[in-house]
Every structure is written in C-alpha cells, then in structure tokens.
C-alpha cells in the first residue's frame, strides 16, 4: 500500500492523542478513584500509568522505526511469531478496539443525554446516537486519508479545548468539597494497597491505551523513522500532562470521595465551577470530542485487515482499494459494521471495560516483546538514523511486566472475564488452522518475504 497521500508530523501527532484521548479521562477517572482505597492509590495509579505509557511509547517506537510498514501491528507479530499467533491476537485486537469504540461512543452519548434528558433516556437511544457519529465518520473516511486525517486535527483541537477547561476550573470559585462530602460512595471492598493499585490501574491502562495503534501507518507517515517517535513522544508528553492536570481539577473540585459515585464526572465538575447552562454547553462539545476517537479507530483499523488479507489469513477482497483515493473500502466498511454491531450488544461502559483491557493484555505482552527480535534481525539498521530507545532491555520489560500485573489483576476481579478472553483467543488459533488446512497458501507471503 504506497500510497501518495502522507501524514506530516502535526497530523500523526494528533492521530497518537487521538487514539489515547478517547472519552476515557471524562469517565474512568470515577471507575478509578471506585476501586482505590485511598487518594494515595489513587494518584500512584495515574503516575505510574503515565510512566508506563512511556515505556511504550518508547518500545513502539523503535518498533515503528525497525518495522514501518502498513498495517504494522498485525505484521509485526507475524513477522516475530507464528503466523497463528499474529492472526489470533490482531483478531481478538480488533474485537477488542471495536468494543472500545462502542463503550466510548456510548459514554458520549451519556453526556449528550444530559442536554435532552426527554428524548434520550434508554441505553437504546444512546446506542442509535452512537450509531450515527460512527456512521458519519465512516462516510468521511471513504473520502480518503487527508480528509479524514482534516477532520481528525479539528476534533482533537476541540477535545483538548475541553480537558483545558476542565483544567482551568482549578482557579475559578467552586462549592467548597468539604461542605459537600458527606454524598454517599460506593463502598470500596476491603483490599490490600497492591491489590487496590492493580485494580485501580485497570481503568487508567484503558484511559492511557491506543497509541501502539499508530505503527499501522507505517510508511504512510512522510519520514517515518524521524516521525514516528517524534510524533509519539509530543502525543504521550501531552497526553501525561493532560491527564494529570485534569484528575487534579477533578479530585480539588468534586472530592475523592464523591468521585466514588459519579458517572459523567465531568459534567458534575463543571455544574458545581459553571452552573447547569456552563455544564450543557460543555457536555455538547464534549460530544463532539469523542469523535475523533471514532475517526482514529475508523483510521486505524482497516489497516491491520488490509495486512491480514495481504497475507492471506483474511479473503483478498479486505485488501481493495478505491483507485482514485486508496481508501480501504471493504475493510473499512466491515470494521464500521462490527462497531455498530457491538454497540448495540454493550450495556454499559464497565461491563465491557474489564473485557476489553484483559484482551488488549494479551496484544501488549506479545507486541512489545517483539522489539527483542526485531533488535536482532535487524542489526544492519543500527546506525543509520533510525531511534533506537535507550536503558534497553529494561523499557519494554517494564512495559510488558505492568501489562502482566493489570491483566493478574482483572483475571482476581472477574475471573469469569479472564476465562472468555482466553478461550477467545484459543478459538481464534484453532479457526487459522482449519482456516490453513483448507488453504496452505495461507501465512506463506510473508514467511518468503523473511526467508
């Protein structure tokens, strides 16, 4: 996939903070501070999420720099493991994004409910409100790679706009939170500091995840050995700070304890800094915010089908392109189609959170790992401009041991969630070979490109 249309470091900066900065920071910041026994877990949990992220960040890209091709996180794994394992952990991947897109949307849709509590009251309202921004996104992105990457810089400048705002209520007069603590919480379950922090961390690894996502564009990043790891680094950097600030202003103005119980969070924030009109208007933005994650996703996603199909483990028809844009058609449409389905499966942001992280566990282990082969194989790259991370091995074996400690720890929660997401991928590994028995063509490109 060579195409002409390239993504200037701006435009692939915006991509990583928009694939982190869902609507997460304006809802797990609730689900984080439900399971943390006291602010100091609390805020040790943001921290070290930060921390991790750029260990990532780091990891991925040298990975990005090593390996930059389209599609890059299905090929990476293929290129580093079995072809089974590649085609097992992308498809529980894109499960996996898709349901997150669909929780996200709906979190969205929750805050818009706000504004118009008549019209949009049942989780199926809210699911049709989601339903239509994916489907707008979908037609913006048939338009090509420049106008959605357009679009994506916009929305990203107005969901940044409102964590910004949420920042700034810090220095403007609020209701003071000790007059307002004694709002009942959801009792915390009696738990040790460590246990507390893992769980906590839960809802901080999906409010941080999404930026391994942005090796998929590979060579469509103009200079992507200088850009990607420079696009990462700014993304993250500001995404840290973001995130920190914002759960600052949150903990300041609405109070640990009263966090306990809330949902649109945000929303509480600015009612009690704004008034109800200052909080409707921020929560009608806010909406619009959310949907750049949906037009990251859409971006994204398509790519890893087109990887697949060009390897055979998908039919070739996810890998056509529309001849005058180079847009992913059926692979886009199907990604789309599989959100739209999910959203109306999804019942609530929680109960597909734990599903979702315990899946992306496996996929982080297993991606960042593979820096310790590409180092290897591709020692003839060193030197030649490319970044290569420094305190290696250490970076990504920090990365991998924080993802094994979230994953230990929803498999402790809700062990019931760590049994389907296992058994998800084992049946995904046992469809490539009956998929690859019927077909033996089926993982030998990419093998003899290796060769």
Known sequence: MHGKQKLNLFSFTMIVVGLVIGMGIFRTAATSAKHAIEPSVYFTAWLLGGFFALCGALTYAEIGSRYPVTGGYYKIFSYAYHPSIAFAINCIILISNAASLSGVALIG?????????????????????????????????????????????????????????????????????????????????????????????????????????????????????????????????????????????YYSIVGFDNMKAEKEIAYVLMEKVFGKTGADIFAFFLFFGVLAYVNALLMSNPRVMYAMSNEGVLPKVFSRQNPKNEVLTISLTVFAAMCIIILFFAQTFDKILNFTIFLDCFGMVASSATIFVLRKRTRHLDGTGIFKMKFYPWIPLIFMGAYLFVGISIAMQTPDTALVGAAVLAAFMVIYFISKKLNPAIGTDLSAKDQ
């Not at 901080?204 to 564009?217: E, H, M």
Request: hydrophobic share 55%.
């Open 109 to 249: 849709s929750g805050y818009i409910a706000k504004l118009f509590p008549s019209f949009i009251q049942t989780d199926i309202d809210k699911a049709l409100l989601s339903c239509a921004a994916i489907l707008v996104f979908y037609l913006i992105n048939l338009r090509g790679l420049r106008m959605s990457s357009r679009a994506q810089n916009m929305l990203m400048l107005i969901k940044i706009g409102m964590i910004v705002v949420l920042i700034l209520a810090l220095f403007f007069p609020h209701q003071d939170v000790a007059a307002t603590a004694a709002v009942a919480s959801t009792p915390v379950p009696e738990m040790s500091w460590i246990q507390s922090l893992g769980v906590s961390l839960i809802a901080v690894s999906f409010t941080y995840g999404g930026y391994q996502q942005t090796i998929n564009f590979g060579n469509e990043v103009d200079k992507p050995a200088k850009n990607i790891p420079r696009g990462i680094f700014i993304g993250i950097a500001i995404i840290i700070g973001l995130y920190l600030l914002a759960n600052l202003s």
